[in-house]
T-cell receptor
Framework: KAGVTQTPRYLIKTRGQQVTLSCSPI?????VSWYQQTPGQGLQFLFE???????NKGNFPGRFSGRQFSNSRSEMNVSTLELGDSALYLC?????????????FGEGSRLTVL | QKEVEQDPGPLSVPEGAIVSLNCTYS??????FMWYRQYSRKGPELLMY????GNKEDGRFTAQVDKSSKYISLFIRDSQPSDSATYLC?????????????FGTGTKLQVIP
């Protein structure tokens, strides 16, 4: 069974540009969450999608947005990039929001903003 | 104050040692407690999952939850070099039909052969 796939794995952008990251969840998983990981802050929750609807959103500015498609694949977009957006962006999928709701993470997309 | 506090380490121990990793939390609404392991350049993977106060054992790993003190621990017995990774505690609550998972910042562990 394939795991969570994130693309691209590495990317370099300059300030002011925008970026789109993609996440393909495990087959059958309908919930996709996005996290930002930095050395100082750890994993910070960005947003969660379930059946194409944003169910929950973290405390990030409006430059960070996302969406989920009917096949559960998800994308997140960051516009007007800032140096502080350099981070590892992790996508996690889960089977449901039921009892366990175990999160299965991808390997992440490492974004460097110059 | 962060909802979940975790010592970032790094923690360096000799092979075979018992390792103790800890987190404290402030939100008494957290219901589920988890430990994730993250190897370098990889995503986190679930290691242990507990719901109630007490101990849960899985091989060399023991997760301990003390809800009255808002304190959770992960013990690793007979530590191996392959245990070298960053360990993240995570806590989940269900609210209004959705789940909220809050992670600690992670403790970097190095087991020296």
């Amino acid at each position: 069974k394939a795991g969570v796939t994130q693309t691209p794995r590495y990317l370099i952008k300059t300030r002011g540009q925008q970026v789109t990251l993609s996440c393909s969840p495990i087959s059958g998983h309908r919930s996709v969450s996005w996290y930002q990981q930095t050395p100082g802050q750890g994993l910070q929750f960005l947003f969660e999608y379930f059946s194409e609807t944003q169910r929950n959103k973290g405390n990030f500015p409006g430059r960070f947005s996302g969406r989920q498609f009917s096949n559960s694949r998800s994308e997140m977009n960051v516009s007007t990039l800032e140096l502080g957006d350099s981070a590892l962006y992790l996508c996690a999928s889960s089977l449901s929001q039921g009892r366990t709701g175990e999160l299965f993470f991808g390997e992440g997309s490492r974004l460097t903003v110059l | 104050q962060k909802e979940v506090e975790q010592d970032p380490g790094p923690l360096s121990v000799p092979e075979g040692a018992i390792v103790s990793l800890n987190c404290t939390y402030s939100n008494s609404a957290f219901q589920y407690f988890m430990w994730y392991r993250q190897y370098s350049r990889k995503g986190p993977e679930l290691l242990m999952y507990t719901y109630s106060s007490g101990n849960k054992e899985d091989g060399r790993f023991t997760a301990q939850v003390d809800k009255s003190s808002k304190y959770i621990s992960l013990f690793i017995r007979d530590s191996q070099p392959s245990d070298s990774a960053t360990y993240l505690c995570a806590m989940r609550l269900n609210s209004g039909g959705y789940q909220k998972v809050t992670f600690g910042t992670g403790t970097k562990l190095q087991v020296i052969p």
